[in-house]
C-alpha cells in the first residue's frame, strides 16, 4: 500500500499540476478522491474492474448499491447510456452541471459491477471546476460514491475523507469545503412521471417548475406507496454518526429544554439560532442559521455529526425543519440518521 498523496490545488481551483497528477493516476487503475460541489465522491475508472473491487473493498460498500458515473461532457453520455427521451435531455440540459443524477437505460458497455446488476446507471455533470477538469484531463467517465466509509456521513472536507479513507486509497484532492453539502438528486423518469429517488438540492419545487410534470417519489418521510422505486442505496441505514441522534418535529425548544435539563452530560444539540438562544447554556451546540431556511441544515449536517463524534459525545439532539424545497433532502437524510423522531 503507497502512502496517501495529498493534492492541494492553489486557492482550491484547478490546476494543471495536480489534475494532470490525478489523472495519471485515476487512468492508471487508482483511486482518487475529489471534491464536487455536493460532497467528496471517490473516483474511479469506469471501465476498469480491479478499480472498482478496490473502490467498493475501501468503502466496505455492498456490492447490490450502484455507482453514479460522473462525465465533463455530455459526448461521453454515448459510452454509457443506450438511450434518452427528450424530457431526460431536457433535464439534463436545465440541471446540468449540477447536483441532479440521471437513472437511465445503460449501455452494454458497462460492466455489471458498477450498477449493481441492474439495467440502469446513474449519471452526473457535477458543478466543480476540480471534478470537471480531472474527468476531463482522464478522457473517461469516473464513477464516484461518496467518498465515506459505508453507513457514515458523506465528507464535506478532504479531513473527512483522509479520516474515512485515507489508509486505503491513492490521493485526495483537497478542494476546500463543499458548497452544497448533501448529495445529489437522484431521479428516474417513467413515462409522464419523475420519480425522486434520493432527494437533494434540485428540489421537488424544482423540477415540476421546470417540466409542469407530476413529481413523486422522495418524500422526506419512510412511508412511502410499496410501488415507489427507491435508489437501492436508501435501504440502507446511512449518514449514521456513532452518537445516538433524537430528531424533534414541530415546536421543539420546551421539549429540547427539558431533555438538557434532564440529563445534560455527553450531549449536543443542532437547531436554529432563536431556539439555541432559548436554551441552557451548556451543552454543545451547532447553529443551522436563520429558522425557515435549509442551505446552512443542507451545508453543515453532515460535518457537524462528525465533529459531534469526533468529541465523544453520545447524543445529539436536532432541531427539524419543514420537509419543503431543499427541507426535504435535509429531513430526509436526518430521519436515516435518526436513533429516534420526536413530535410525530
Ligand atoms: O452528489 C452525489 O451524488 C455524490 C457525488 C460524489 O457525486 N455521489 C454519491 O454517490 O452520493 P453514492 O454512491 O454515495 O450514492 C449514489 C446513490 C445511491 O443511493 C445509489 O443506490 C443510487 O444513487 N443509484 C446509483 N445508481 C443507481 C441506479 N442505476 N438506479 C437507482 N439508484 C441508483
Ligand atoms: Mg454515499
New binding site residues.
Partial sequence: MTALRILCPREHTATDEYIAEAAAILRNGGLVAFP?E????LGARFDCPEAVRRLFAAKGRPAD????A?ISHPKQLTELVAEMTPLEERLMLTFWPG?L?L?LPKTEAVPALI?GG?A???V?M?AHDIALALITATGRPIV???ANLSGRP?PTTAKHVAQDLGECIDALVDGGETRLGL??T?VQVRGKVIYI??PGSITREMLVEETGLAVQGGTATSEEPQDTPL????KYKHYAPRAAVIVYEGQAVSDIAAEIEGDPKDLAVIAFRDTLAALPECVARFTLGERGQADTAAKKLYAYLREIDDLGLMRVLVEGIAPIGLGEAVMNRLYKAATQVKGR
Avoid at 65 to 68: G, K, Q, R, T
Avoid at 231 to 234: D, L, Q, R, T, V
Fill in positions: 464536487t455536493t460532497v467528496y465522491g448499491n450502484p455507482l453514479i460522473h447536483p443524477t437513472v450498477t441492474l440502469t446507471i446513474g452526473r457535477p464516484a460514491p461518496s458523506s448529495e445529489s437522484v429517488l434520493r435508489a437501492p442505496g436508501m
